[in-house]
Nanobody, 123 residues
Framework: VQLIESGGGLVQAGGSLRLSCAASGRAFGNYAMGWFRQVPRKVREFVAGINWNNGTDYEDSVKGRFTISRGNAKNTVYLQMNNLKPEDTAVYYC??????????????????WGQGTRVTVSS
């Protein structure tokens, strides 16, 4: 499986972006998926996750603003980001656990990663 993110860019504070994560190979339907973000000199942090049953969870600072979802074709996962803030600026990564279902919050729990897409929020 290969993951390819898209949808990043430059947006003003208060604006919205939708990130997409497309899989080549197999469908996402039976994978636990997650979005992480990373800024320079900091560890990659959990943003949002979705399990096989489409249960979701979010990092506290994005709750109520970000939404993770699966596409109908089951080979795409989205991260809808609304009311963006400058502190959301980061490189965003999509990740998949192709072995075990559940809600995974740490990077070692995922075995497949995309290349990242940059999000910049200006004040």
């Amino acid at each position: 499986v290969q993951l390819i993110e898209s949808g990043g860019g430059l947006v003003q504070a208060g604006g919205s972006l939708r990130l997409s994560c497309a899989a080549s190979g197999r469908a996402f339907g039976n994978y636990a998926m997650g979005w992480f973000r990373q800024v320079p000199r900091k560890v990659r942090e959990f943003v949002a996750g979705i399990n096989w049953n489409n249960g979701t969870d979010y990092e506290d600072s994005v709750k109520g603003r970000f939404t993770i979802s699966r596409g109908n074709a089951k080979n795409t996962v989205y991260l809808q980001m609304n009311n963006l803030k400058p502190e959301d600026t980061a490189v965003y990564y999509c990740a998949a656990d192709t072995y075990v279902d559940g809600m995974h919050y740490s990077t070692p729990e995922y075995d497949t990663w995309g290349q990242g897409t940059r999000v910049t929020v200006s004040s």
